[in-house]
């Protein structure tokens, strides 16, 4: 049939800036200090978070890389920047859930921090205008965002992700309560991990309690945003410059 996944192009989001590389099939990406809240409604600069988001979503790359899911990931360039696979992303935000929090509370009326006996696996529509609503299967393939093969591996693929990253993140003293991931295909339709692991993507709780090291910090006006992603930088053994 017609499906077929589109390129990105050089492009300006919210947290990020998107540029074509030094070589065919590679993009840089530049992280910005904008943070971002609510579908856009909340809006702050925040000087450094650029710097700390990238040195975090640097080393988690590596190491979900290390054990065997493939990402977008060639190389460091500088403190804001990276250089990737030009992807074609799926237009679709993966979220991976080990406890209930944020909008499945409110949606399904679980109390915040029910842990789940096995991790939930959601997808939900990457579209600004219909604010990423959250849809089923059935829809993304009725959409035609993703063929149904490629969306059992990005399962897989994301639930392995999740588990890496939660028992890295208990090593570090923090629980991972849920992560967004995003993926995308090369030119010969090989599948990997694209975009940024930071506390902007996932949720982290001090271990054994509901302290918030993320962005809800900031959604809910609970604690200064630098120093928090700081403290996750710091537990994280990364020296990031000018702090
Ligand atoms: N390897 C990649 N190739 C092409 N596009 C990518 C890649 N990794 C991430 N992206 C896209 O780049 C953009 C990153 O910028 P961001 O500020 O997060 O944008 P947005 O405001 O759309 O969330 C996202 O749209 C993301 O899907
Ligand atoms: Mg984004």
């Not at 990406?29 to 979503?57: L, Q, R, W």
Request: net charge negative; glycine share 6%.
């Amino acid at each position: 049939m017609g499906m077929s996944y589109n390129f990105s192009m050089s492009y300006e989001g919210k947290a990020k800036i998107m540029k074509d590389g030094p070589s065919e099939g590679t993009m840089i990406m530049y992280f910005k200090d904008d943070v971002t809240a609510g579908n856009g409604k909340k809006k702050a600069v925040i000087e450094g978070k650029g710097k700390i988001n990238k040195a975090i979503t640097l080393k988690l790359l590596k190491l979900v890389e290390e054990n065997a899911i493939p990402t977008h990931l060639i190389e460091d360039i500088d403190d804001r920047s990276i250089l990737v696979k030009k992807l074609k992303i799926f237009p679709l935000e993966v979220v991976v859930r080990n406890k209930a929090t944020g909008s499945i509370v409110r949606r399904l009326g679980l109390e915040k921090g029910l842990e789940f006996e096995r991790p939930l696996f959601e997808i939900f529509y990457k579209n600004d205008d219909l604010h990423d609503p959250l849809i089923c299967q059935e829809h993304a393939f009725m959409l035609e965002l993703i063929y149904p093969d490629d969306l059992l591996i990005v399962r897989n693929r994301a639930l392995r992700a999740n588990e890496i990253l939660k028992e890295y993140f208990t090593s570090i003293g923090f629980d991972l309560i849920d992560i967004k991931f995003e993926f995308g295909v090369d030119e010969e339709e090989n599948i990997y991990l694209a975009d940024e692991i930071s506390p902007d993507t996932m949720r982290l709780w001090a271990k054994g309690t509901t302290e918030s090291f993320d962005k809800d910090v900031f959604r809910e006006d609970k604690a200064d945003l630098l120093s928090t992603y700081l403290e996750v930088a710091k537990r994280m053994g990364l020296k990031i410059e000018g702090f």
